[in-house]
């Protein structure tokens, strides 16, 4: 069986344009969804097909960076299909994983793909950088209420890992509010 895939990353965007190409290249289930590429976290509909194709399967995409956006998800997507004796198939992109050459095309948009968004963090590091030299950007303000949920608990003796986890907060955040509040007070 063909399995399609479609994504966007915004809700404002349409899947329809990779839908009707699946559906025309003759995938039997089409499955989309409305999330960023850059990470498989939180993808519930790749996963439900990666967990659900069987040997001799397909899953099929228009494009290789509607499957991932970095390498590293690629090659792990990749490799729980050639463990499952599954293609991968890209409807406009000369990438069939049945056979050497489809592979070998495959991991060169895979690069390039990583390379584009590794560009793209860092043309925003440099439009923030530029707008902090410039007085424009201040950063998120401070949540009041989640700092001061940091310094309850710090003061009742609760670790920064278990503040952290109690919080969900990252523990460098905590670290972060906790050094502050000894910059306030050493001053």
């Known amino acids: 069986m063909k399995y399609g895939y479609a994504r966007v990353s915004s809700e404002e965007q349409s899947l329809d344009i990779q839908t009707d190409a699946l559906n025309r290249y003759g995938c039997d289930l089409v499955r989309g969804e409305k999330i960023s590429g850059t990470s498989r976290q939180g993808r519930k509909e790749l996963e439900n097909l990666l967990d659900f194709v069987r040997a ?9 960076d509607r499957l991932a956006r ?36 495959l991991n060169m948009l895979g690069v390039f793909a990583q390379f584009e968004t590794e560009l793209r963090k860092e043309r925003q590091l440099e439009g923030i950088a530029k707008a902090k030299k410039d007085g424009v950007y201040q950063g998120r303000k401070p949540d009041m209420e989640r700092i001061a949920e940091v310094f309850n608990l710090k003061h009742q003796g609760v670790s920064n890992t278990e503040i952290s986890q109690r919080l969900g907060l990252s523990r460098s955040y905590v670290w972060k509010v906790l050094k502050r509040q000894g910059e306030l007070f050493a001053s």
Do not use: H, W, Y
């Not at 990749?78 to 406009?92: G, M, Q």
């Open 70 to 105: 970095s390498i590293g998800d690629l090659q792990d997507i990749i490799k729980i299909l050639e463990d499952k004796k599954v293609s991968l198939i890209c409807t406009e992109q000369p990438i069939d994983t049945s056979n050497a050459m489809g592979k070998a095309f």
């Open 56 to 64: 001799g399967d397909s899953l099929v995409v228009t494009r290789i």
